[in-house]
């Protein structure tokens, strides 16, 4: 009983207006600091107990979602994946129904998809189509650019056989356009995203390499 209390007390005081925007700085702070499912899971619990005291908020549900997306590309036992990224949906869905038309949820949507192809590669004949899809549709909700859409674009149409309109060449052109809009992207609040860069580096310079 008095372990229940506590979370009641402590969700609501996250609740409160201040105190919920430190909450989730810290939180997505913390979040960069580890690659592990492990710590991802956890960052994922934090955030689902934000998003359960400010139901209207998108920015808790949105990194609920994303911590569950970046579980399921950490997780090596395969049969995980899927009912990680069941619950990334309904956290994401949830984002977007309190946000519409945002590119950065529809960007993290797109890569649910492409997730779920790590667990079997044939499903990439439906969802990569689709994956590619909405991030189109991204670009179109932030046409001032938006560095995480490019980022996912450029990783899609590398992994594209030329003959499909994708290569090497192709994804690296696009993955140096999405460094180049890091460098001049500013997020709209504090608790925007703006996660990614150092990321887009180590693939210009992998791919680079090889």
């Given at each position: 009983?008095?372990?229940?209390?506590?979370?009641?007390?402590?969700?609501?005081?996250?609740?409160?207006?201040?105190?919920?925007?430190?909450?989730?700085?810290?939180?997505?702070?913390a979040m960069?600091?580890?690659?592990?499912?492990?710590?991802?899971?956890?960052?994922?619990?934090?955030?689902?107990?934000?998003?359960?005291?400010?139901?209207?908020?998108?920015?808790?549900?949105?990194?609920?979602?994303?911590?569950?997306?970046?579980?399921?590309?950490?997780?090596?036992?395969?049969?995980?994946?899927?009912?990680?990224?069941?619950?990334?949906?309904?956290?994401?869905?949830?984002?977007?129904?309190?946000?519409?038309?945002?590119?950065?949820?529809?960007?993290?949507?797109?890569?649910?998809?492409?997730?779920?192809?790590?667990?079997?590669?044939?499903?990439?004949?439906?969802?990569?189509?689709?994956?590619?899809?909405?991030?189109?549709?991204?670009?179109?909700?932030?046409?001032?650019?938006?560095?995480?859409?490019?980022?996912?674009?450029?990783?899609?149409?590398?992994?594209?056989?030329?003959?499909?309109?994708?290569?090497?060449?192709?994804?690296?052109?696009?993955?140096?356009?999405?460094?180049?809009?890091?460098?001049?992207?500013?997020?709209?609040?504090?608790?925007?995203?703006?996660?990614?860069?150092?990321?887009?580096?180590?693939?210009?310079?992998?791919w680079n390499?090889?």
């Amino acid at each position: 009983m008095a372990g229940v209390l506590c979370t009641l007390f402590a969700t609501i005081a996250i609740a409160q207006g201040p105190r919920y925007a430190e909450s989730m700085q810290k939180n997505i702070a913390a979040m960069y600091q580890e690659n592990s499912a492990e710590h991802y899971q956890k960052m994922a619990n934090n955030f689902e107990r934000i998003a359960n005291a400010e139901k209207n908020q998108w920015h808790p549900f949105y990194y609920a979602g994303y911590a569950l997306v970046m579980q399921a590309y950490s997780e090596s036992d395969l049969s995980k994946v899927d009912p990680i990224l069941d619950k990334a949906e309904e956290h994401l869905n949830q984002a977007a129904a309190l946000s519409p038309d945002n590119s950065e949820v529809t960007a993290v949507q797109s890569m649910v998809l492409s997730a779920r192809m790590r667990v079997d590669m044939s499903r990439s004949m439906t969802m990569g189509p689709k994956s590619s899809a909405m991030l189109q549709k991204a670009m179109g909700q932030q046409p001032s650019g938006n560095p995480r859409v490019m980022m996912n674009m450029a990783q899609n149409i590398y992994y594209t056989p030329e003959a499909f309109g994708g290569g090497k060449k192709k994804g690296i052109e696009l993955m140096q356009k999405a460094l180049a809009m890091y460098e001049s992207f500013k997020p709209a609040t504090d608790l925007d995203p703006n996660w990614g860069k150092p990321y887009v580096e180590s693939m210009l310079k992998e791919w680079n390499a090889n």
